[in-house]
């Protein structure tokens, strides 16, 4: 069993955090982080939870990696990225059975035991965001097409003929279509994910709620509870992983003061341990491919105008040693108009959090009446 996850310097200490949890759950389990920057942080280096740090440049995915990232903004790298590090794991530890891929925010809490018996049948295996039948309304239904079906900070995948061909397809797919579409408020490469069970044969949609539980799903993952050996459950079923944000904290306070509370316990647990991992980890918060050479910070304008012309510009071996004032100057040379492209690295999380006050109130609402209807039925 092999986990991967991709990181830029900033998140050392969340992925450190990660794979603490894994070596701890599953010691067995190897650790490989694929790092998004020129040089490698000290801590990665010398972190004993990772069996392997690699530099996502070296994979030579791609025949210029450097016009690669120079395309992407940070959040959109990291998405392309997850196929450069699931396929470099895949040809690299070929005497792994199975690949697990991991955002760095995920804290495991349990070992993944009901991942063996799927791949009995199937060789990809993602989760989907919302997964209980009874919670989808017709409201939530708009919110599933906008954010997309499947959740793409976890995904496994079993040595087989149908995963070879979804890593082709996926490697192909994130050289240029990672990015941002302000359009339909999401990354582009989101709706080829979610139409890969039509894609491939045995991708399997894992239905269990203790897998990636986040601020985004609680409100249908709320009913935790704590046994006597001082494991948790959500319903019936085991937690495994969390996903940790600032957002949690603000989530769990919808649910009730019980539950919540015992959120709580694990969100206590993890901060504790991460207050340690951060004072020893020292990291830059500024981005390798977020400027030139010269300095001048890459505008998200010209990122967009270089991706649109990404296998025309054979001539620019390395966009890096240019200015933004070049494809400024180049706009009028170009077949298609120009396009402004006001996106901020942080965009989509800034479009989440742009709920009102009466959406909020909404899905509390919404919440209590499905505690009630559950609590009927289990009556």
């Given at each position: 069993?092999?986990?991967?996850?991709?990181?830029?310097?900033?998140?050392?200490?969340?992925?450190?955090?990660?794979a603490?949890?894994?070596?701890k759950?599953?010691?067995?389990?190897?650790?490989?982080?694929?790092?998004?920057?020129?040089?490698?942080?000290?801590?990665?280096?010398?972190c004993?939870?990772?069996?392997?740090?690699?530099?996502?440049?070296?994979?030579?995915?791609?025949?210029?990696m450097?016009?690669f990232?120079?395309?992407?903004?940070l959040?959109?790298?990291?998405?392309a990225?997850?196929?450069?590090?699931?396929?470099y794991?895949?040809?690299?530890?070929?005497?792994?059975?199975?690949i697990?891929?991991?955002?760095?925010d995920?804290?495991?809490v349990s070992?993944f035991?009901?991942?063996?018996?799927?791949?009995?049948?199937?060789?990809?295996?993602?989760?989907?965001?919302?997964?209980?039948?009874?919670f989808?309304?017709?409201?939530?239904?708009?919110?599933?097409?906008?954010?997309?079906?499947?959740d793409?900070?976890?995904?496994?995948?079993?040595?087989?003929?149908?995963?070879?061909?979804?890593?082709?397809?996926?490697?192909?797919?994130?050289?240029?279509n990672?990015?941002?579409?302000?359009?339909i408020?999401?990354?582009?490469?989101?709706?080829?994910l979610d139409?890969?069970?039509?894609?491939?044969?045995?991708?399997?949609?894992?239905?269990?709620?203790?897998?990636?539980?986040?601020?985004?799903?609680?409100m249908?993952?709320?009913?935790?509870?704590k046994?006597?050996?001082?494991?948790?459950?959500?319903?019936?079923?085991?937690?495994?992983s969390?996903?940790?944000s600032?957002?949690?904290?603000?989530?769990?306070?919808w649910?009730?003061?019980?539950?919540?509370?015992?959120?709580?316990?694990?969100?206590?647990?993890?901060r504790?341990?991460?207050?340690?991992v951060?004072r020893?980890?020292a990291?830059?918060?500024?981005?390798?491919?977020?400027?030139f050479?010269?300095?001048?910070?890459i505008?998200?304008?010209?990122r967009?105008?270089?991706r649109?012309?990404?296998?025309?510009?054979?001539?620019?071996?390395?966009?890096?040693?240019?200015?933004?004032?070049?494809?400024?100057?180049?706009?009028?040379?170009?077949?298609?108009?120009?396009?402004?492209?006001?996106?901020?690295?942080?965009?989509?999380?800034r479009?989440?959090?742009?709920n009102?006050?009466?959406?909020?109130?909404?899905?509390?609402?919404?919440?209590?009446?499905?505690?009630?209807?559950?609590?009927?039925?289990?009556?």
């Amino acid at each position: 069993m092999i986990f991967g996850s991709v990181i830029h310097a900033e998140q050392t200490a969340k992925a450190i955090m990660m794979a603490k949890s894994i070596k701890k759950h599953m010691p067995n389990g190897k650790v490989i982080i694929g790092v998004m920057e020129e040089t490698m942080p000290n801590a990665a280096v010398g972190c004993p939870y990772f069996d392997e740090v690699v530099l996502m440049k070296d994979t030579d995915a791609y025949s210029n990696m450097k016009k690669f990232f120079f395309q992407y903004t940070l959040q959109e790298a990291q998405r392309a990225c997850k196929a450069l590090l699931v396929n470099y794991i895949y040809k690299k530890y070929t005497n792994e059975i199975t690949i697990h891929y991991l955002d760095a925010d995920t804290w495991v809490v349990s070992p993944f035991e009901e991942l063996a018996d799927g791949f009995n049948q199937h060789p990809i295996t993602l989760i989907g965001k919302v997964i209980d039948p009874e919670f989808l309304d017709l409201d939530w239904l708009t919110e599933v097409r906008k954010n997309g079906i499947y959740d793409s900070s976890f995904m496994s995948f079993k040595r087989h003929s149908v995963t070879e061909s979804f890593l082709k397809c996926w490697l192909k797919l994130s050289e240029n279509n990672c990015y941002y579409d302000q359009a339909i408020h999401n990354f582009i490469d989101q709706g080829w994910l979610d139409q890969s069970h039509t894609l491939f044969d045995g991708v399997f949609s894992l239905r269990n709620a203790g897998y990636q539980v986040s601020h985004s799903n609680l409100m249908e993952r709320w009913d935790i509870s704590k046994t006597a050996s001082h494991t948790y459950s959500i319903g019936n079923k085991p937690l495994r992983s969390i996903r940790i944000s600032n957002n949690f904290e603000l989530a769990i306070s919808w649910i009730e003061h019980e539950k919540g509370q015992l959120y709580g316990e694990l969100i206590e647990e993890y901060r504790n341990e991460w207050i340690e991992v951060e004072r020893n980890t020292a990291a830059s918060s500024t981005w390798s491919y977020s400027h030139f050479t010269s300095g001048e910070v890459i505008a998200d304008q010209t990122r967009g105008k270089f991706r649109m012309h990404y296998y025309d510009n054979s001539e620019v071996e390395n966009p890096f040693l240019l200015s933004n004032g070049y494809f400024h100057s180049e706009a009028s040379n170009m077949d298609v108009a120009d396009q402004s492209i006001p996106y901020s690295e942080d965009e989509p999380d800034r479009i989440k959090r742009r709920n009102s006050t009466v959406k909020k109130r909404r899905a509390r609402r919404k919440l209590r009446k499905f505690i009630r209807k559950k609590r009927r039925r289990s009556n």
